[in-house]
């Protein structure tokens, strides 16, 4: 059974940092793409950033530059950092794996059938 724990989630003012962790485990596939997701309230689940197995990495253009997205393979967990937060980024930060491999459509979610149960970041001052 695939397992994925998110945590990190917090408060902090506009302009500060956050990393975000996520913890995979029960899957038994060996290249898996690995993603970031939020949901802010009212609005749909959108794609933040994403990452193939060999490292190459996808960003949704709100959190170029701000934000990114990294994997330790030998603990399996996901990483997301993030810098310069600003209120828009405010939502609930979910972590989803799949078993395609590549990254065509990493941002669209019915791609995923594998989620955590998110992790809320507010950003305001």
């Known amino acids: 059974q695939v397992q994925l724990l998110e945590a990190g989630g917090d408060s902090v003012p506009p302009g500060g940092s956050l990393r975000l962790a996520c913890r995979a485990s029960?899957?038994?596939?060996?290249?898996?793409?690995m993603a970031w997701f939020r949901q802010a309230p009212g609005k749909e689940r959108e794609g933040v950033a994403g990452i193939t197995h060999s490292g190459r990495s996808y960003y949704a253009d709100s959190v170029q530059g701000r934000f990114t997205i990294s994997q330790d393979s030998t603990t399996n967990t996901l990483y997301l950092q993030m810098n310069d937060l600003k209120p828009e980024d405010t939502a609930l930060y979910y972590c989803?794996?799949?078993?395609?491999?590549?990254?065509?459509?990493?941002?669209?979610?019915?791609?995923?059938?594998?989620w955590g149960r998110g992790t809320q970041i507010t950003v305001s001052s």
């Open positions: 989803a794996a799949r078993t395609r491999a590549d990254g065509d459509s990493w941002s669209e979610s019915r791609e995923y059938p594998y």
């Open positions: 029960g899957y038994t596939w060996t290249t898996p793409f």
